[in-house]
């Protein structure tokens, strides 16, 4: 028997990082509603290969042109077949999801909640429709403070159990090198309108000694390319695997999201040894100690932004890349993957 049925969208790289490290430790059973998804960050974001779980997916081809009927007729066959003790639902945005819910115990629903308060309506019909579905689910992993606020508005009664993450990064080996400030800022996204990248755009046209990269494709992609001045420079998504040059050539990540459920990206600098300047509105802003190993400001405040950037001279440049030192992303995974076991043991 699985301890863990785990029902998630698509093969994210975190997700499946996650899983294969779940799985050194719990018996897990995982099914992908779809191969691949249409927007994504990379073109090695989702990965089919070195899955160590047993898996299966219930559609062909990307996630926004999935066939519901067919989610839904493979689910049952799926879970005719497979005997678990939890049940793992990822949100509840998906008709998969409330089929699910409402097929299980509400003590064998366990929801993984990656959407927080910020960005998440709780009040009116919306609000209404998910304590409906939280009605149904007897624990929830939390990513973090702000999904636990989330929760809390939602006046969800059941056991709440904090994971510090959405996942796990990749984690190439990498020459740690002393590094020099040089005023060279980065960004890593899809360029959509809640990414904010207007105001990024917009701060550094007025700061011609400071170079700005914007890595990501997106739908602004064009407006924002004709409106930069020459110290800004965009390049088109770089896979996973050569984001490594691209963080260790800069010196600080900038994420200035109106509203991010997480935010990866601020792990992966981390991990690489870059400061970060994050918007008060991502989930994972909570891994940043405002002044000493980034910043942490609000996304609608130009002028805060602007001030952040240049108060960080070479000496303050130096205390934060030690706080950066400080801060083990190792350690937050392992806390991530106990919280996973320690939810089957504690509610077996």
């Known amino acids: 028997m699985y301890d863990y049925l785990i029902v998630t969208h698509i093969p994210a790289f975190y997700k499946v990082n996650l899983y294969n490290e779940l799985s050194k430790k719990l018996n897990i059973y995982v099914i992908f509603i779809a191969e691949n998804t249409i927007e994504q960050?990379?073109?090695?974001?989702?990965?089919?290969?070195?899955?160590?779980?047993?898996?299966?997916?219930?559609?062909?081809?990307?996630?926004?042109?999935?066939?519901?009927?067919?989610?839904?007729?493979?689910?049952?066959?799926?879970?005719?077949?497979?005997?678990?003790?939890?049940?793992?639902?990822?949100?509840?945005?998906?008709?998969?999801?409330?089929?699910?819910?409402?097929?299980?115990?509400?003590?064998?629903?366990?929801?993984?909640?990656?959407?927080?308060?910020?960005?998440?309506?709780?009040?009116?019909?919306?609000?209404?429709?998910?304590?409906f579905f939280l009605n149904r689910v007897g624990s929830v992993l939390a990513s973090g403070k702000e999904h636990i606020h989330l929760l809390n508005n939602l006046r969800f009664k059941g056991q709440i159990i904090t994971t510090g993450g959405v996942g796990i990064i990749n984690k190439p080996l990498f020459d740690r090198q002393k590094k020099q400030y040089e005023k060279k800022f980065l960004f890593i996204g899809r360029l959509s309108e809640v990414k904010n990248i207007d105001l990024l755009v917009d701060v550094f046209n007025s700061l011609p000694d400071y170079e700005l990269t914007i890595i990501g494709d997106g739908p602004l992609y064009n407006s924002l390319n004709m409106s930069v001045k020459t110290n800004i420079h965009f390049l088109s998504k770089v896979?996973?695997?050569?984001?490594?040059?691209?963080?260790?050539?800069?010196?600080?990540?900038?994420?200035?999201?109106?509203?991010?459920?997480?935010?990866?990206?601020?792990?992966?600098?981390?991990?690489?040894?870059?400061?970060?300047?994050?918007?008060?509105?991502?989930?994972?802003?909570?891994?940043?100690?405002?002044?000493?190993?980034?910043?942490?400001?609000?996304?609608?405040?130009?002028?805060?932004?602007?001030?952040?950037?240049?108060?960080?001279?070479?000496?303050?440049?130096?205390?934060?890349?030690?706080?950066?030192?400080?801060?083990?992303?190792?350690?937050?995974?392992?806390?991530?993957?106990?919280?996973?076991?320690?939810?089957?043991?504690?509610?077996?």
């Open 41 to 131: 960050r990379a073109n090695d974001f989702n990965v089919t290969k070195g899955l160590k779980f047993p898996h299966s997916f219930l559609n062909k081809g990307s996630f926004q042109n999935r066939n519901l009927k067919v989610s839904i007729s493979t689910m049952k066959s799926v879970l005719d077949t497979v005997k678990y003790k939890k049940l793992l639902i990822p949100g509840w945005d998906l008709p998969e999801f409330w089929y699910l819910v409402f097929s299980h115990r509400k003590s064998q629903n366990f929801l993984v909640l990656e959407s927080t308060a910020i960005e998440s309506c709780h009040n009116g019909i919306k609000g209404w429709i998910k304590r």
């Open 239 to 348: 896979d996973n695997k050569a984001l490594v040059d691209s963080f260790l050539s800069h010196d600080i990540l900038i994420l200035p999201s109106l509203s991010e459920p997480w935010g990866l990206v601020i792990e992966e600098a981390l991990y690489f040894g870059v400061p970060v300047i994050a918007s008060r509105n991502c989930g994972a802003s909570e891994l940043i100690m405002d002044g000493l190993n980034g910043f942490i400001f609000d996304p609608f405040d130009k002028e805060q932004l602007l001030s952040i950037i240049q108060s960080i001279n070479v000496d303050k440049y130096s205390e934060l890349l030690s706080g950066v030192e400080k801060f083990s992303i190792n350690e937050k995974d392992n806390k991530q993957v106990a919280a996973y076991t320690s939810a089957i043991l504690n509610f077996d």
